[in-house]
């Protein structure tokens, strides 16, 4: 059993920035990937960012490429995602998981964590 635990979510002007922390309780192997989404109430969970466990190759989607970044402290069992230039419409509920294999679709990723809201005001 895995447990994911989100951190570092808050309130920010539009330009800031803000890490978020996922600390994971359990195993993760090689060949998993963690990855962070995001939702707003009303819309579907969007693939934001992931990072393979072992390689440490990540992905991005294209609408934070350049102004987020993945990566993961393995020791530490624990992915960071670094956000800088924060727009308006950054601000979500943000959720990080563990899926077996990349993918952008939230179905391929079995466990969650609560998620951490990032509001970010203009």
């Known amino acids: 059993q895995l447990q994911l635990v989100e951190s570092g979510g808050g309130l920010v002007q539009a330009g800031d920035s803000l890490r978020l922390s996922c600390v994971a309780s359990?195993?993760?192997?090689?060949?998993?990937?963690m990855g962070w989404f995001r939702q707003v109430p009303g819309k579907e969970r969007e693939f934001v960012a992931a990072?393979?466990?072992?390689?440490?190759?990540?992905y991005y989607a294209d609408s934070v490429k350049g102004r987020f970044t993945i990566s993961r402290d393995r020791p530490e069992k624990t992915v960071y995602l670094e956000m800088a230039s924060l727009k308006p419409e950054d601000a979500a509920l943000y959720f990080c998981?563990?899926?077996?294999?990349?993918?952008?679709?939230?179905?391929?990723?079995?466990?969650w964590g609560q998620g951490t809201q990032v509001t970010v005001s203009s």
């Open positions: 998981a563990r899926s077996n294999s990349y993918d952008t679709s939230p179905t391929s990723y079995n466990y």
């Open positions: 359990g195993n993760i192997f090689s060949s998993h990937v």
């Open positions: 990072v393979r466990w072992g390689s440490g190759a990540t």
